[in-house]
């Protein structure tokens, strides 16, 4: 049963400039518990169409907002998405999510937050998609931790008819954020260890240092303590529509052991590894942290050439 969404057009904003054939609606729900989420409709109108398959793209970790950018970098990663769907006809719609961005103003407490509300937000996305008779098929394009979120919201029961992981994590958050401290100085590393084992037991971590605020602070271990127990390819296994897995040469976050891990618990799923494709898509050779730091906060570099064209190739010969 479809739940009631409360829907508002607020605005039809000037045609891309980069896309002439594209419109940009700005939207925003409402969800279930009162939570205003805005987002981005972007419609391509190449043959006047009155029909096309869309894609619902979900958003990494912290305060990364609909674009890709948060407020420490500016690639615009998941806005290059968007026109790179349109320029195949594909229309899509991000979003910020609750405490990020346009969707910053929702009073809920930090601690209450879980990957669950999320996912469910999600869900809500999706009604308020399949609500409109244009739509053909939609598809779930998670980006790093947005691939996880759409992993759970399918396994929730998000009516959807594809999914795409794009540097989606195949183990368990506290074994990839080990990974990711591994080289950081000896004290730190060893107390992060400390703090993400004690969670890992299900217990919080009172004594934490400002120093690692950031990540451990007590308002976010409850959601931590509850992600840490969650395998992502334990959810891969359960989707029975058509996935697609896209992980990069060069990501320093997410490794292709991850995609791998995600391929191998679902034998129907396409894998493919671009090469020398980054964290935030863009091609980057270098795995360097210095030289990748310039990528993640320039959005004037474009996608990597290979992943758009396997994206939209892969929405449209999956056709609903």
């Known amino acids: ?25 700005m939207v925003e729900i409402v969800t279930p518990d009162g939570m205003k989420l805005k987002g981005t409709l972007l419609l391509p109108l190449l043959e006047q169409k009155e029909a096309f398959p869309i894609a619902l793209i979900i958003a990494g970790s912290g305060p990364t907002d609909r674009n890709g950018n948060n407020p420490l970098m500016l690639n615009n990663s998941l806005k290059l998405v968007a026109e790179g769907l349109a320029t195949a006809g594909i229309a899509s719609l991000r979003y910020d999510k609750r405490g990020v961005g346009a969707s910053r103003n929702n009073t809920i407490s930090e601690s209450e937050l879980t990957m669950d509300t999320y996912a469910d937000d999600v869900i809500s996305w999706v009604e308020y998609i399949n609500n409109d008779p244009r739509i053909t098929d939609l598809t779930l394009i998670g980006h790093s931790e947005g691939a996880r979120l759409a992993l759970r919201a399918i396994n929730n029961g998000a009516d959807v008819e594809h999914v795409v992981l794009l540097a989606g994590a195949g183990r368990s958050l506290d074994v990839i954020l080990k990974e990711q401290l591994s080289d950081q100085p000896e004290q730190i590393k060893e107390l992060s260890y400390a703090i ?24 976010v271990q409850p959601a931590l303590i509850a992600e840490f127990q969650v395998k992502p390819s334990e959810l891969a296994t359960n989707v029975t529509i058509p996935m697609l897995i896209v992980q990069g040469t060069t990501d320093i976050q997410i490794t292709i052991q991850d995609a791998k891990a995600l391929s191998a618990a679902n034998h129907d799923a396409e894998l493919v590894i671009i090469e020398n494709m980054n964290h935030v898509l863009k091609e980057c050779v270098s ?34």
């Open 287 to 320: 795995t360097d942290k210095q030289t990748q730091t310039s990528y993640y906060s320039n959005p004037n570099i474009p996608l990597h050439p290979k992943l758009m064209p396997v994206i939209n190739n892969f929405i449209l010969n999956h056709p609903h």
């Open 1 to 25: 049963m479809k739940r009631k969404i409360a829907v508002l057009f607020l605005a039809l904003v000037t045609t891309c400039e980069v896309l002439a054939q594209t419109v940009e609606q």
């Open 196 to 219: 993400i084992d004690t969670l890992k037991k299900g217990k919080t971590y009172d004594s934490v240092p400002v120093f690692l605020n950031s990540l451990f602070r007590h308002s």
